[in-house]
């Protein structure tokens, strides 16, 4: 296998990676082939330090040659690379805003100072956290799928009938829901139903099925973190 | 005037915030004519909590009376409406697009940070490292500013970009860092190119009018920490 990656389109990825997850449901989307790079997080490669230098993180999509970073905006240079086929966000520029704007909050609550809860970081200290610190945890999360799922209402998805930009921002994390409920004791199904019902819809579309890991190989990664961390 | 083609325009701001500059920028640089509603200091207005209750927050476009939130969102929206108007503030090329976008990222998730913190003059670890993010951040958007401008004046090429927009509504803030610090952030050693594109940036005829003088930022600043110590 070649070193490099100057030939077609190469995702550095991790397995787990709920930002890795976003790039291949786009690109199983538009229907494109690439070639799939898992990395070693602990032993990053020379073309992942070469291609990232900035965040030194996956997911990379190089494009011959060509690195692309952070995974929303990877999925938006998919999209616009490949404007022919299953846009991933709608025509109208109002619309359009829309979708950035929800996607971006999945991705981040902007809060300075305190250090903004993160969707990932908000998920992480579910298990990271235990007692009072994990009880705040928990009501700050149900919180942003409250947000979220008041935002989808009765649509099929956040873009209505078009899966799009905010269901691949956000149906990755869904995938970390079993292992979240294990450590933190809730219920997502009876918190928010129909985020719920939505995740399933998103996983009957085969770019999704085929890119969402095991729940419960998510929680065994978890379990793994957990000893790792030390937390019991 | 480009007005007419979008309809009734509003901006809610601020006139210290460059998140809001950025919005007034884009809009200036399409020749959109907008009403400019000034935030009092206080509670926020009620408009301002409805259009954007999700983080009460400004900018927020208001353009027939539907509001567009975050800044770098609005500067898009206002590029693809007011496509017509002039030049396009992002670039056309798929791969230069997604370079402007992950430079902007990178400017709000690591460079805003470290200039709240240094104008703010949080405690003495967390300004040293403040100090230290934002000369690795300048330094990498010199590097940036030679590949991406590719020996023309701005990021964008001839004419100012989305990344210009996106790095020079802080100039002012970086400025300010320089008085709280006795830095230099910008200068003509380290960062020659920028220098040069700052003078550019801010004379251009879409952003002198709105670029905040610098002794009222300075008096700003204070006043805030002044506040904050209370």
């Known amino acids: 296998m070649a070193e490099g990656a100057s030939e077609g389109l190469v995702l550095l990825d991790f397995w787990v990676s709920p930002f890795g997850q976003r790039c291949r449901i786009a690109l199983a989307e538009k229907g494109v082939e690439y070639e799939y790079r898992e990395e070693n997080l602990r032993d990053k490669s020379p073309l992942l330090l070469k291609s990232n230098p900035v965040h030194k993180k996956i997911p990379v999509l190089i494009d011959h040659g060509k690195p692309v970073c952070e995974s929303l905006n990877i999925v938006q240079y998919i999209d616009e690379k490949w404007p022919d086929r299953a846009p991933l966000l709608p025509a109208d520029p109002y619309a359009r805003a829309e979708a950035r704007f929800w996607a971006d909050l999945v991705e981040k609550k902007v809060c300075i100072p305190p250090p903004p809860p993160r969707m990932y970081e908000s998920g992480t200290k579910l298990w990271k956290l235990k007692g009072e610190a994990q009880e705040e945890a928990t009501k700050e999360f149900i919180e942003m799928l409250k947000l979220l799922e008041g935002e989808l209402g009765d649509k099929k998805y956040f873009g209505g009938e078009m899966f799009g930009l905010v269901d691949i921002a956000l149906i990755p994390f869904t995938a970390w829901f079993y292992s979240y409920e294990a450590c933190a004791k809730l219920s997502t199904e009876k918190e928010v139903p129909k985020l719920v019902a939505w995740g399933k819809r998103c996983r009957e579309r085969e770019s999704v099925s085929k890119s969402l890991p095991d729940p419960l190989k998510v929680y065994e990664f978890v379990c793994f973190l957990k000893k790792v961390y030390g937390i019991e | ?230």
């Not at chain 2, 230290?132 to 990021?155: P, V």
């Not at chain 2, 090429?157 to 320089?178: P, R, S």
């Not at chain 2, 610098?214 to 204070?222: A, H, M």
Request: charged share 30%.
């Open chain 2, 1 to 230: 005037m480009a007005a007419a083609e979008g309809g009734e325009v509003k901006l809610i701001g601020s006139w210290p915030s460059p998140f809001v500059l950025r919005a007034r920028v884009a809009l200036n640089l399409k020749g959109v004519e907008y009403e400019y509603l000034q935030e009092k200091p206080g509670p926020k207005s009620e408009l301002l909590l409805r259009s954007n209750p999700v983080y009460k927050k400004i900018p927020v476009l208001l353009h027939h009376c539907k509001p567009v939130c975050e800044s770098m969102i609005i500067v898009e929206y206002v590029d693809v409406v007011w496509a017509a108007a002039t030049r396009a503030i992002l670039p056309a090329d798929p791969y230069e697009r997604a370079l402007h976008r992950f430079w902007a990222a990178y400017i709000d998730g690591k460079l805003f940070p470290s200039v709240v913190a240094i104008a703010k003059d949080e405690p003495k670890m967390a300004k040293v490292e403040a100090v230290e993010q934002l000369h690795t951040g300048i330094k990498l958007m010199e590097e940036a500013f030679e590949r991406l401008s590719k020996g023309k004046g701005f990021f964008g090429g001839d004419a100012i970009g989305y990344l210009d927009i996106a790095l020079g509504c802080f100039l002012g803030w970086f400025k300010v860092c320089e008085e709280v610090t006795g830095l230099k952030f910008l200068d003509e050693e380290k960062s020659p190119l920028l220098v040069g594109w700052a003078e550019r940036f801010c004379s251009d005829e879409a952003v002198k009018d709105v670029m905040p003088e610098n002794e009222r930022l300075e008096e700003y600043t204070k006043l805030c920490r002044a506040f904050a110590a209370d």
